[in-house]
């Protein structure tokens, strides 16, 4: 057991910082490795996703914002200009979804949660640095997601696009997602990236994109009954679910909150802030599993809780149990935090080769380990999650909530 603390949170994101840096860089090709292996052993001809690199990206330019420290500014400058330098497409706009290891185009479909990252990235790394190119990066790829990728008839957003903004047959982000027009997933990285670009351009094309993201949770994906998030949709949103993604439940808990302060409008915030308590309330009372980890999904058809656990999962929970905390001040929610703060500590953190386990160790008699660094696993929901928690402590501490 290990103290759930400001103290031992900012040592774990030094942590992860640090492991990023003397791992991950590619001194051969420039930029980031695309694959490290869970025992940290580097895959050099592997791919380079988008994913990966806007979240890098994000991470070092929201890291360097709060330290100031010159390695984590080297790391977001690294980062950007590997994007702008080989993910960019100078010809059609927006960001291809793959490289090779060299830098050469792989697939170059616009997956609109690949823009929405970049739109993340883009902004903060502006706020880090002022570049201009940022700022006129993540103006050009919000005006092509506006442009292309918003239902104009229905509302929301399309999951992809042809290199050439064009219709698309396969809309998935990975394998083991539906091939559905509209998903959850991506409608939750549209809101986290508007969140963030309005920040930094609040004018009222900004402000009416973030407030329609955030009517379209409340009105289509959200179940306030059930107290879950639909997954995926046709067109029309009719639900085409076979699950609750508890992960992504408590993940929309706190980026919603999120999204409701920076905006600040009451008719806003009086729809979503009861949702951001339900989904947090229904993820503590049916997803905790038996060691207090919150658990992955829970499938219709068998009626079954996954109980097994993904790293990605235990940080959106820490962050999004501690803000129902901050909110409401019901302890059970902070006790959660300590329950899985504990399990990441056991399970999660690789005390041998650095950063966490893809899967807990917890669980590797049953699911496959996977990588460290790669196409889907970059210094995102762990590093954020300590930033987050730091803030939240700090405001708990000062008594601003």
């Known amino acids: ?227 879950h998030q639909k997954l995926f949709f046709d067109m029309e949103w009719n639900d085409l679910s076979e699950a609750f993604s508890y992960g992504h439940d408590i993940e929309a808990s706190w980026l919603l909150n999120e999204a409701i302060e920076v905006l600040d409008n009451q008719r806003i915030n009086a729809k979503i802030s009861p949702i951001v308590i339900k989904l947090a309330s229904s993820c503590l009372s049916e997803a905790i599993g038996n060691k207090g980890q919150v658990c992955d999904e829970f499938v219709f058809s068998t009626e079954t809780r996954l109980e097994h656990s993904d790293w990605w999962v235990q940080a959106e929970a820490l962050v999004g149990f501690l803000n129902a905390y901050a909110i409401t001040k019901d302890k059970r929610y902070y006790d959660a935090c300590v329950a899985i703060w504990n399990y990441i500590d056991e399970y999660h953190l690789d005390k041998e080769f650095g950063e966490w386990h893809w899967v807990s160790t917890n669980d590797l008699n049953d699911v496959k380990a996977r990588y460290k660094v790669g196409f889907w696993k970059a210094p995102y929901h762990n590093g954020r999650a300590m930033m987050e928690l730091c803030r939240l402590f700090t405001e708990l501490d000062e008594g601003i909530k």
């Open 1 to 227: 057991m290990t103290n759930f603390n400001h103290s031992t949170i900012s040592k774990e994101l030094e942590n992860i910082a640090s492991w990023w840096i003397d791992n991950s860089i590619d001194h051969l090709n420039g930029g980031f490795i695309g694959e490290i292996d869970c025992k940290g052993n580097q895959v050099l001809h592997a791919s380079k996703g988008i994913v990966l690199n806007s979240r890098i990206l994000w991470f070092f330019s929201e890291l360097a914002l709060k330290t100031k420290n010159t390695a984590h500014v080297e790391a977001a400058i690294r980062s950007f200009n590997y994007i702008i330098n080989y993910f960019d497409d100078a010809e059609f706009g927006g960001a291809v979804w793959e490289l090779d290891y060299q830098g050469n185009v792989l697939n170059s479909k616009k997956q609109t949660y690949a823009q929405c990252f970049c739109i993340y990235a883009f902004s903060s790394y502006f706020k880090l640095t002022g570049s201009k190119l940022a700022f006129s990066k993540a103006e050009q790829y919000f005006e092509l997601v506006e442009k292309f990728a918003l239902d104009k008839v229905h509302g929301g957003y399309i999951e992809a696009m042809t290199q050439h903004w064009e219709s698309i047959e396969d809309f998935r982000l990975s394998e083991k997602d539906m091939n559905a027009p509209k998903s959850m997933n991506t409608h939750l990285h549209v809101l986290e990236a508007y969140t963030a670009f309005y920040q930094i351009k609040k004018d009222a094309v900004t402000k009416q994109a973030l407030t329609g993201v955030l009517d379209t949770f409340a009105d289509n994906i959200v179940d306030a009954d059930r107290g």
